[in-house]
């Protein structure tokens, strides 16, 4: 089983930044895949961006340039720095991990965290 803990999001302005931080702990395998999901209301929920436990980073086109996902290993952390925000990235956003083994992946969601764009 892996735990996630999630902070940050909140309410900002059009072109502002906000940075959310995702905790692993638990049984985390030397492979794995961690990031964001987001899902705005009466859409299904998309990738943001991940970055795997070798550091290749994934992207959704809307958000590149935009946005910056890194890791601590250390920690477990995965941070998601948004800057340049629109009205458009308004959404829960969730974390995501993925354990990768030989049986497969086995995937782990966090509660969520809304992010709310508006003046």
């Known amino acids: 089983q892996v735990q996630l803990v999630e902070s940050g999001g909140g309410l900002v302005q059009p072109g502002g930044s906000l940075r959310l931080s995702c905790a692993a702990s638990?049984?985390?395998?030397?492979?794995?895949?961690m990031g964001w999901y987001r899902q705005a209301p009466g859409n299904q929920r998309d990738l943001v961006a991940t970055?795997?436990?070798?550091?290749?980073?994934n992207y959704a086109d809307s958000v590149k340039g935009r946005f910056t996902i890194s890791r601590d290993n250390a920690k477990n952390t995965v941070y998601l720095q948004m800057n340049s925000l629109k009205p458009e990235d308004m959404a829960v956003y969730t974390c995501?991990?993925?354990?990768?083994?030989?049986?497969?992946?086995?995937?782990?969601w966090g509660q969520g965290t809304q992010v709310t764009v508006s003046s």
């Open positions: 970055v795997t436990s070798n550091g290749r980073t």
């Open positions: 995501y991990f993925g354990n990768v083994g030989l049986g497969g992946r086995y995937d782990y």
């Open positions: 638990g049984t985390i395998f030397s492979t794995y895949v």
